[in-house]
């Protein structure tokens, strides 16, 4: 079993925004996807809910952004 670093997607109330990706981005999520279903594209999540917990994942293990963060107040 591949290990992604992606893990389950909650479900929250979302707060809609835009985001324009490329073309070559979108097919990489939706591979993203498949695997993550066990290989499966049918029944995969939508690329589009691959991005915030990506987003999430991504700043919750950037060391510099915590250094900077517990530095300041944001």
């Known amino acids: 079993m591949t290990r992604l ?3 389950d997607l ?3 109330k979302p ?3 835009t985001v324009e990706i490329s073309a070559k ?9 498949a ?3 066990g290989g499966d594209a049918k029944g995969a999540p939508a690329p589009e809910r691959l991005i915030p917990p990506m987003i999430e994942r991504f700043m ?3 060391r510099e952004f915590a ?3 517990r530095g300041t107040k944001v």
């Open 5 to 7: 670093k992606l893990a």
């Open 10 to 12: 909650a479900d929250e």
């Open 15 to 17: 707060v809609r925004i």
């Open 25 to 33: 981005l979108h097919r990489e999520l939706g591979a993203y996807a």
């Open 35 to 37: 695997v993550l279903n």
């Open 60 to 62: 919750a293990t950037d």
């Open 67 to 69: 250094r900077i963060r």
